[in-house]
């Protein structure tokens, strides 16, 4: 059974960090590439950034390039989230997601699975 | 950016009746798109990927069609845990860029 597990979330004041963590398990963490996908409470849904098997792709959202990080550890099975200068914009839940693609690729497909989410209050 | 816009905002409907939601994107995605249910306190759930195939788990009361930019979710016969926020995404790699449609919520008429 895939497990994503979820963590590092809470509330944070404008203009600091955090770093989020999903645990992975029940699949083989390094034949898929791995999202970060938000949502603000009682808003849709918005992608925020993907990394690919072996981390050779990596790409963000516009609203969040130059301050977040995606980098994942395939030894641990952990993906993670650097978030620097948060804004109250930043504020939602923060889902790890798995991609639907597996093997050696670094083309980007659907979310198969995902967690349950940590959410990330930034506020003064 | 492709921007996805989902139809009707709200669909109001009853049990045992049918379900078309609609979701057209601002330029070709080819067959590049995913339909997600989410119900409130839950993550959303994988539907129906590559525009008609059913993800693992999915009834087969719901189907997708389409290609290009316009695409259909097709819920026949709405049981009553159907009724949900549903949203259309899709996978653009060059440059890479995922973005969803706005959400259809299906409520309880």
């Known amino acids: 059974e895939v497990r994503l597990v979820e963590s590092g979330g809470g509330l944070v004041q404008p203009g600091r960090s955090l770093r989020l963590s999903c645990a992975a398990s029940?699949?083989?963490?390094?034949?898929?590439?791995m999202h970060w996908v938000r949502q603000a409470p009682g808003k849709g849904l918005e992608w925020v950034s993907g990394?690919?098997?072996?981390?050779?792709?990596?790409a963000y959202a516009d609203s969040v390039k130059g301050r977040f990080t995606i980098s994942r550890d395939n030894a641990k099975n952990f993906l993670y989230l650097q978030m620097n200068s948060l804004t109250t914009d930043d504020t939602a839940m923060y889902y790890c997601a798995k991609d639907i693609r597996v093997g050696a690729t670094t083309r980007f497909g659907h979310f198969e699975d995902w967690g349950q989410g940590t959410l990330v209050t930034v506020s003064s | 950016e492709i921007v996805l816009t989902q139809s009707p905002a709200t669909l109001s409907l009853s049990p045992g009746e049918s379900a078309t939601l609609s979701c057209r994107a601002s330029?070709?995605?080819?067959?590049?798109l995913a339909w997600y249910q989410q119900k409130p306190g839950q993550p959303p759930r994988l539907l129906i990927h590559?525009?008609?195939k059913r993800a693992t788990g999915t009834p087969a009361r719901f189907s997708g069609s389409g290609s290009g930019t316009s695409f259909t979710l097709t819920i026949s016969d709405l049981e009553p845990e159907d009724f949900a926020v549903y949203y259309c995404q899709q996978v653009n790699n060059w440059p890479p860029a995922l973005t969803f449609g706005g959400g259809t919520k299906v409520q309880l008429k």
């Open positions: 029940g699949f083989t963490f390094d034949d898929h590439g």
């Open positions: 330029q070709s995605v080819s067959s590049y």
């Open positions: 590559d525009a008609t």
């Open positions: 990394i690919s098997w072996n981390s050779g792709n990596i």
